[in-house]
Each structure stands twice: as structure tokens, then as C-alpha cells.
């Protein structure tokens, strides 16, 4: 609704119907059943008259308000902003406005818009205020609800845009991928037939497989994850599922001269979890480990990830290193977004990981005063059977 | 001899399709690449044994248009779907269709030879049936019209006397054609006469088969 022009000094709302409401019966329902609620209150806020659509607003007969406090039906957190609203007409000239939220008779809440300005009442000169009220609530719940629309609509879009560009990223990237894993099984296959004992070219071979077979997984997995905004959980063994991270990092580690060491029993509980999310955590702390360990010159540097049963139904994973460990400050912070001690870290990696652990109900800690060097620890629940 | 069979290998990508061709080519197989499913269905000899291994989404015509076709043209080439993601209802089209297997890249070379060696196996036993009921029909159609006749109704179980009865001619010359009618099918036996009454569409097999027992 637009807001009314209001000011005491255009000749209409000096001589208007609040001053002479019976003088025409016209000007009388104009006034009463106007669109918007009129009052006029007098210097310490009593009601000396309103119309009945003001009165309506409020849930009362007009001629019960009159004599009555208005800040009665102001709701109790608003009232302090309506002494603001009748300290500030009482200082200046011009009309002010403000938003109130009223209780009315049956309890409900509405809000509305009350524009007011002082005024001379009568012959007496008693000061007095007029004061128009327009209910906003609608506006306000509409208001409310474009927004929700809106970010609804937004967040569909997204989805879908990303559903999509997934998608075609997934046909598009499985065709080199599928090109990489059957060059490298025929390279193996064609290695091993020649009777060539290359343990190297084919452990190149095998990881250059392992990767691409990964890298399609996290194709495949970000495909569903962001066509059906959830995630894949399967149950599934957390011994391999290390074994098969230790594979995608061994080429890495024997870059930086770190000595990769497993510590995982093989009979340990199987896991219900999206394996893919939990390799990328555990890629991610091993990954940091190996980096943090860069700078060291000679001294043993060693990466040891184990994982033991604990009570009947966790299971906790370690990741420790020999690398310069943490100090108190990187202790408090290495888990808030954006803080990173590399140079070109985006200061997520932990961040992210933690909200994966937690969404599998685990925790992720730095274990504190580690004997040397760092060590992150992540638990998960094993899997009950019939639990999941 | 029979010809080697030749795996046809149809995929717009091209490094991958070599990838695909290099495989089989090292495990001893016979393969043929083609760019597209024109350029396949040009080249194709149908009376050459083969398989064939096709990309579902291509740019001229795609994998389910391509078996559509090679059906409309009663060419009965097993087949084995490659897709770059899971598309499951194309898939399971394909599958419904007849397909072989339907292979999600990326796949190893196992599955994919897996798969090849179900398709030419497929194929071999498509033809020697196929080969079987043209020499089958091709010796029923020497068969003189009562010795069709005869043929038919003794392989549905009647015994000579009912059979007599129903042509109205004596048991005896139901004997004679009856002899002629083996003799000119070539068939050893009575039990090989009934699978050439199947092989040529007289006899239908109704086959009761036992229950399976839960659990198994």
C-alpha cells in the first residue's frame, strides 16, 4: 500500500474529519471505514478517538478504546520502540513512522504501520498526535514468502544445473578414463606375457588404473550426489577401503621420501558409509601429513595410518606423521574454514572432512601432544546388522 | 572351416575405440572399428560370425536405433552395450531387446572379454541353429505333400492305426511313408525326427519344468 501523504501543515489534515467528524454524514463514513486505521491520541498516549477500521484492527469497539492507553495493544517487545515513536513526535514537526506489532483482542499479532504527527487538538491547544495505522502483516507474509520462493527456486536451479553438468561432466570424463584403464590393463596383460619382470613399470601401471578407476568414482559419485542430493553409503570394509587409499598415495609418498606404513588389522567390523566420502578424507589428512613433512631435511619422516576396534561399536582411524606437529595456535584453528599454513591451501580440506566424519556420526580430532609430529584421528560407528 | 569370427567395434571416440580394438586385437581376436553406425552398417557382411560392441550414444544413430536396425534387416548379431554413464532405462532397453551385456565405462578388460566371449558364443550357436533349420526345412520341403502330412502327425505321438484312420488310407501305407518321410529327412532315429519337427516350427516343446525348491 502506498504511504499516505501526511502532514499537518496541508490544509486538509488541519481542518480534517478528526477535528469535525459529524459535520457532514459523508466525511463521518469516509472517516470510520476508511482503508486505513486513523487514531488521534492525546500527549500522554491515550486513544481520544479512533475510526473503525483502526478499532477493527485491534479487535475492539471504537467507542471502548477511547480513554484507553494505545501502548496497551502495542506487543510487549514493541513497546519500547512506541516510546521511541512518542519521543520522537514530540521533538520534531514532521511525521514519523515506524512498524509496531499490535496484540489485538483475540491475542493474534499483526503488524502495522503507524505514521503520526503532532497536532493542535482543540481550542484548549492541549497537544494531541493523529496517527494513521495500515495493517502490513499481509505484506510482510508475502514479502516472506517471495523470499522463501525465491531461495527455493534458487537453490532447485542450482541443483539442477549442477545434476546436469555433472551428468554430461561423467559421460565426458568416462570416456578417457575407460580409455586409461583398458590401456593400462592391456599394458599389464602385454608386460606380463612378455615375461618382463618390471615390478616397476607395472606398479606405475597398476596405480595409473587405480587412479582412473578412482577418479571415474568420484565422477560417478558427485553424479548422484548432486542429482539426488544424498549420498551413497553402502557397507563396506574400512581394512580395504584404507588399503585402497594406500595405493592412491604410495606414489606420492615415495616423492617426498616418506615412508607410508599401515597399521590395520584385518578382521575389523565393516562400515556403513559412502565409501568415496571417507576415501577422500582419509586422502586429505594423509595428503596434509606428507606435506607437512616436506620441509624437513634428513630425519625419519613417516606416515602411519592404523585403525583399531574400539568398545564393540567404534571404530577409530589414525593418521600420525614425524613432521613438525602442531602449535597451540594451529591446534585451535585447523579446523576452522579458510585457515591453512600452506601457501596455495584453500583451508578447507579439514573443515570438509570433519563435516563428513560428523555426518557419518564420528568425530575428527588432532589428538592432542601427539609424541611427534601430528596425529588426526577420525572414529566411525561400526555397522550393526539390521541397525542400518 | 568356418570363418574367424570378427568383433565389429563402434564407438565416435576414437582413442577410446583403439583402446577397445587393441584389447581384443592382442587377446587373439578378430576386430573391425568403425566411427559410427553407418559406417558399420555399410561395411557389414552378414554371413561373416561376429559380434558387435557399440557405444549407446552416438552421433548419427544410437546404439538402440542400430539393434532396431540390424533386427529390421533379420540380422541377428549379438551385441554388447558400452555407455559412458549408467543410463539404467536405456540399459535395461537395451537388455529387454535382446543385448548381451551392457558394460559401464570405465571397464577392465575382464568384463569386457567376458562379455565378447558370451556374444560370440551367442553367435555361433544363432548360426549352427539357423544353419540347422535351413537344412531341415530345405529337406522337409522335398517331403511330397502326404509325407508332410504324415510327418506332422506322427512326431504329435499318434499311432500309426489313429493316424491310418484320420487320412483314411491302410495302416500299411501310413508304414511306407512313414519310412519314406525318415528317410528322405535323414534322420537316424525317431527322437531326431521330433527335433527336426522342432527346428522347422511343427512341433512345439512344452517343456514342464520341475519347481524350484526354495532357497536354491
Known amino acids: 500500500m502506498p504511504q499516505q501523504p501526511f502532514n499537518r501543515r496541508h490544509p486538509a489534515a488541519q481542518s480534517g474529519p478528526v477535528a469535525e467528524p459529524s459535520a457532514n454524514f459523508d466525511y463521518v463514513n469516509l472517516f470510520?471505514?476508511?482503508?486505513?486505521?486513523?487514531?488521534?491520541?492525546?500527549?500522554?498516549?491515550?486513544?481520544?478517538?479512533?475510526?473503525r477500521t483502526g478499532a477493527s484492527l485491534l479487535g475492539w469497539d471504537p467507542s471502548w478504546l477511547e480513554g484507553k492507553p494505545f501502548s496497551r495493544w502495542v506487543a510487549n517487545s514493541d513497546k519500547q520502540l512506541f516510546a521511541e515513536h512518542q519521543r520522537r513526535l514530540a521533538a520534531c514537526d514532521d511525521d514519523v513512522t515506524q512498524e509496531l506489532r499490535v496484540k489485538n483482542r483475540q491475542g493474534r499479532i499483526a503488524t502495522v504501520q503507524l505514521t503520526s504527527v503532532r497536532a493542535v487538538a482543540g481550542p484548549d491547544g492541549a497537544r494531541c498526535y493523529r496517527s494513521i495505522m495500515v495493517d502490513v502483516s499481509g505484506e510482510q507474509r508475502s514479502a516472506?514468502?517471495?523470499?522463501r520462493l525465491r531461495s527455493q527456486l534458487t537453490h532447485a536451479t542450482r541443483l539442477n544445473t549442477a545434476g546436469e553438468l555433472a551428468s554430461r561432466l561423467a559421460h565426458e570424463l568416462n570416456q578417457p578414463l575407460g580409455t586409461v584403464v583398458l590401456n593400462c590393463e592391456g599394458a599389464l596383460r602385454i608386460l606380463n606375457?612378455?615375461?618382463?619382470?618390471?615390478?616397476?613399470?607395472?606398479?606405475?601401471?597398476?596405480?595409473?588404473?587405480?587412479?582412473?578407476?578412482?577418479?571415474?568414482?568420484?565422477?560417478?559419485?558427485?553424479?548422484?550426489?548432486l542429482s539426488n542430493g544424498g549420498e551413497l553409503r553402502t557397507v563396506c570394509d574400512l581394512s580395504e577401503l584404507i588399503q585402497h587409499v594406500a595405493t592412491l598415495i604410495r606414489a606420492d609418498a615415495r616423492d617426498d621420501d616418506v615412508e607410508l606404513q599401515l597399521d590395520v588389522p584385518r578382521d575389523l567390523p565393516d562400515v556403513h558409509v559412502d565409501c568415496v566420502q571417507i576415501e577422500q578424507v582419509l586422502l586429505n589428512l594423509a595428503h596434509n601429513s606428507i606435506e607437512a613433512m616436506r620441509e624437513r631435511e634428513g630425519g625419519l619422516k613417516r606416515v602411519v595410518i592404523s585403525a583399531r576396534q574400539r568398545g564393540g561399536d567404534r571404530i577409530t582411524v589414525s593418521v600420525a606423521d614425524t613432521g613438525p606437529g602442531l602449535d597451540a595456535?594451529?591446534?585451535?584453528?585447523?579446523?576452522?574454514?579458510?585457515?591453512?599454513?600452506?601457501?596455495?591451501?584453500?583451508?578447507?580440506?579439514?573443515?570438509?572432512?570433519r563435516s563428513i566424519i560428523e555426518a557419518h556420526g564420528g568425530e575428527l580430532r588432532a589428538v592432542p601432544e601427539a609424541r611427534h609430529g601430528a596425529t588426526l584421528q577420525f572414529t566411525l560407528p561400526a555397522f550393526a546388522m539390521g541397525a542400518a | 572351416m568356418a570363418p574367424r569370427p570378427v568383433i565389429h567395434a563402434v564407438d565416435d571416440d576414437?582413442?577410446?575405440?583403439?583402446?577397445?580394438?587393441?584389447?581384443?586385437?592382442?587377446?587373439?581376436?578378430?576386430?573391425q572399428g568403425y566411427s559410427c553406425a553407418s559406417a558399420f552398417l555399410e561395411a557389414l557382411d552378414p554371413s561373416v560370425p561376429g559380434c558387435l560392441i557399440t557405444d549407446l550414444r552416438m552421433p548419427d544413430m544410437n546404439g538402440l536405433e542400430l539393434q532396431r536396425t540390424l533386427r529390421e534387416r533379420e540380422i541377428r548379431l549379438a551385441i554388447v552395450f558400452i555407455s559412458g554413464h549408467g543410463d539404467t532405462t536405456q540399459a535395461i532397453a537395451a537388455l529387454k531387446s535382446g543385448a548381451i551385456d551392457f558394460l559401464e565405462k570405465p571397464f577392465g578388460e575382464q568384463a569386457l572379454l567376458r562379455s565378447v566371449a558370451r556374444a560370440l558364443e551367442k553367435d555361433s550357436a544363432d548360426r549352427r541353429l539357423a544353419g540347422e533349420r535351413a537344412l531341415v526345412m530345405q529337406r522337409f520341403s522335398n517331403l511330397t505333400r502326404?509325407?508332410?502330412?504324415?510327418?506332422?502327425l506322427i512326431v504329435s505321438d499318434l499311432p500309426n492305426k489313429e493316424i491310418a484312420r484320420q487320412l483314411r488310407i491302410s495302416p500299411r501305407t501310413v508304414e511306407h511313408h512313414r519310412e519314406r518321410a525318415m528317410l528322405k529327412m535323414q534322420a537316424q532315429s525317431f527322437s531326431e525326427l521330433i527335433?527336426?519337427?522342432?527346428?522347422?516350427?511343427?512341433?512345439?516343446?512344452?517343456?514342464?519344468?520341475?519347481q524350484q525348491s526354495p532357497g536354491s
Open chain 2, 195 to 210: 527335433t527336426m519337427s522342432v527346428l522347422c516350427g511343427i512341433r512345439e516343446i512344452h517343456l514342464a519344468l520341475p
Open chain 1, 32 to 51: 470510520e471505514y476508511a482503508p486505513v486505521g486513523y487514531m488521534l491520541l492525546n500527549d500522554i498516549g491515550r486513544i481520544a478517538k479512533i475510526n
Open chain 2, 14 to 31: 576414437r582413442c577410446f575405440r583403439e583402446a577397445l580394438e587393441r584389447t581384443l586385437r592382442t587377446t587373439g581376436h578378430c576386430v
Open chain 2, 146 to 152: 502326404r509325407e508332410q502330412q504324415i510327418f506332422a
Open chain 1, 144 to 147: 516472506r514468502e517471495i523470499s
Open chain 1, 193 to 225: 606375457e612378455r615375461g618382463g619382470d618390471d615390478t616397476e613399470l607395472t606398479e606405475v601401471l597398476q596405480q595409473a588404473r587405480a587412479a582412473a578407476a578412482f577418479a571415474s568414482e568420484v565422477v560417478h559419485h558427485l553424479r548422484g550426489f
Open chain 1, 329 to 353: 595456535n594451529q591446534f585451535k584453528r585447523m579446523f576452522s574454514p579458510f585457515y591453512t599454513t600452506k601457501r596455495d591451501g584453500m583451508g578447507l580440506g579439514l573443515t570438509i572432512s
